[in-house]
């Protein structure tokens, strides 16, 4: 029987590493995560497979490949306080713990922030917080970040996130509409967002409260 660490080692050799993801941190950390724990039953048999999966509430768990792309982008340092938008199953809120001091998430589906509170608390994590909200406006109150992972696509990048990252911090972010999306690098330098194009991507969209 294959186990779920073969099916890691799996993952991470022909997934990531044959395509050019090198951060040793970052394979590391996708090693260590069990993606089959955020995994809804129905569909535990392809969390190690190289394609996104339902969570409900219209919502995925996004491709190793995409994630693995993002984090290594982000190149998030042990001493780094995290924001993530979107937190969806909680699977890459794992990974940023696995890397960073302190995880602050936000996620906008009740349902969703609730069970993944669960799994992560299951699973040990305790540099992890995860809030209920509207994620394009951040976390005013625990900011400024070191770097900013959003995991849904906006039309630009919200005015919020960007006044919450800290000087030199880093964002990664979809930016585009439902059919055409890119992976944008921020990098905040003298007060200024410096951004850079990245990967072409698909996310489901990044929706604020306020419409």
Request: aromatic share 6%.
């Given at each position: 029987?294959?186990?779920?660490?073969?099916?890691?080692?799996?993952?991470?050799?022909?997934?990531?590493?044959?395509?050019g993801i090198a951060n040793?941190?970052?394979?590391?950390?996708?090693?260590?995560?069990?993606?089959?724990?955020?995994?809804?039953?129905?569909?535990?048999?392809?969390?190690?497979?190289?394609?996104?999966?339902?969570?409900?509430?219209?919502?995925?768990?996004?491709?190793?490949?995409?994630?693995?792309?993002?984090?290594?982008?982000?190149?998030?340092?042990?001493?780094?306080?995290?924001?993530?938008?979107?937190?969806?199953?909680?699977?890459?809120?794992?990974?940023?713990?696995?890397?960073?001091?302190?995880?602050?998430?936000?996620?906008r589906h009740l349902a969703?922030?609730?069970?993944?509170?669960?799994?992560?608390?299951?699973?040990?994590?305790?540099?992890?917080?995860?809030?209920?909200?509207?994620?394009?406006?951040?976390?005013?109150?625990?900011?400024?970040?070191?770097?900013?992972?959003?995991?849904?696509?906006?039309?630009?990048?919200?005015?919020?996130?960007?006044?919450?990252?800290?000087?030199?911090?880093?964002?990664?972010?979809?930016?585009?509409?439902?059919?055409?999306?890119?992976?944008?690098?921020?990098?905040?330098?003298?007060?200024?967002?410096?951004?850079?194009?990245?990967?072409?991507?698909?996310?489901?969209?990044?929706?604020?409260?306020?419409?």
């Amino acid at each position: 029987m294959t186990t779920p660490l073969t099916l890691r080692r799996q993952m991470v050799d022909s997934q990531l590493r044959a395509r050019g993801i090198a951060n040793p941190r970052v394979l590391d950390a996708m090693l260590r995560v069990p993606r089959h724990e955020f995994v809804p039953e129905p569909y535990r048999a392809e969390s190690y497979d190289d394609h996104p999966l339902p969570i409900g509430d219209n919502q995925t768990i996004s491709q190793p490949y995409v994630v693995a792309v993002m984090l290594e982008a982000l190149d998030v340092t042990l001493n780094d306080a995290v924001l993530e938008i979107g937190t969806g199953s909680g699977y890459v809120t794992a990974l940023l713990a696995e890397l960073a001091a302190q995880v602050f998430s936000v996620e906008r589906h009740l349902a969703l922030a609730g069970n993944a509170r669960q799994v992560l608390a299951a699973l040990g994590y305790t540099n992890v917080r995860v809030f209920s909200g509207d994620g394009t406006l951040g976390l005013s109150a625990v900011a400024p970040f070191n770097a900013i992972l959003v995991s849904a696509a906006a039309p630009r990048v919200p005015p919020a996130l960007l006044s919450q990252l800290r000087e030199g911090g880093r964002m990664v972010i979809p930016i585009g509409s439902s059919d055409s999306q890119q992976l944008h690098f921020v990098r905040m330098c003298n007060g200024q967002p410096v951004i850079s194009l990245r990967e072409p991507v698909r996310f489901v969209p990044l929706i604020s409260d306020r419409g």
